[in-house]
Nanobody, 119 residues
């Protein structure tokens, strides 16, 4: 069974930092591009950051560039999101996403982890 389990969400003050983790199982992790999305109350889910299957090219939404860093450890089947200089507008549920596009397209989602930035 495919599983993506996020952890690390918490309540943090503005300017603080958090590190999210997403542990994957049930599929060949190293074949998949991994991404973090977020969804704030009343808003659509949006892409935060993505990283290629080999850990090379990364992509960031403009609103997190310079503050967030995505990384992965294929030996541990885990993807991370280091979040620094957090703002109140970063408050959202953060979701881990795995995607593989070959002859077929495979997409998996985690259950999400809550990040709340508030004083």
């Amino acid at each position: 069974q495919v599983e993506l389990v996020e952890s690390g969400g918490d309540l943090v003050q503005p300017g603080g930092s958090l590190r999210l983790s997403c542990a994957a199982s049930g599929f060949t992790f190293s074949f998949y591009a991994m991404s973090w999305y977020r969804q704030a109350p009343g808003k659509e889910r949006e892409l935060v950051a993505s990283i290629s299957s080999g850990g090379g090219p990364t992509n960031y939404a403009d609103f997190v560039k310079g503050r967030f860093t995505i990384s992965r450890d294929n030996a541990k089947n885990t993807v991370y999101l280091q979040m620094n200089s957090l703002k109140s507008e970063d408050t959202a549920v953060y979701y881990c996403n795995a995607q593989y596009v070959g002859l077929r397209r495979y997409v998996y989602w985690g259950q999400g982890t809550q990040v709340t930035v508030s004083s």
